[in-house]
């Protein structure tokens, strides 16, 4: 009978290692069952840094926020609509002389946020105080 002694410091348990990776870089091979550290090849190291890079120039440029003011502000006073009025009524009631209908009407859907000139009766209109 025969008998083999070594030190429990010699002797280490043997690692498997999987096979190489099958993307051509057989260089380093992958440790098994996934122990060791992240390693990044080249070309996602480009990737992490260019996607850094993107996040921190969208930080700097997407970031600032510039409110656009209205060109000037507007004083105005309620209307409620009546039956039977059209957006074309009030507008040449409230036109200035010698100023383009048409430009009215335009002018009241946009302050009122309407995307037509329907109107229907008791809605309230905000008008252009001067009128």
């Known amino acids: 009978m025969s008998a083999i002694a070594a030190h429990p410091g010699i002797a280490r348990p043997a690692r498997r290692q999987a096979p190489a990776r099958r993307d051509g870089d ?52 309620t209307h409620a609509v009546q039956s039977g009025e059209t957006l074309w009524a009030i507008a040449a009631s409230v036109a200035s002389p010698g100023e383009d209908v048409r430009d009215v009407v335009l002018g009241l859907q946009e302050l009122n946020g309407l995307a037509d000139a329907s109107l229907q009766a008791g809605q309230v209109l905000l008008l252009p105080a001067g009128s």
């Not at 057989?26 to 090849?41: I, K, N, W």
């Not at 996040?55 to 926020?65: E, F, K, M, S, T």
């Open 26 to 77: 057989a260089r380093r091979p992958v440790a098994a069952g996934g122990e060791g550290r992240l390693h990044l090849t080249r070309r996602g190291r480009v990737v992490v840094t260019l996607l850094g890079l993107a996040v921190v120039l969208g930080g700097l440029v997407g970031g600032r926020a510039v409110a656009e003011a209205p060109e000037r502000a507007t004083e105005v006073t």
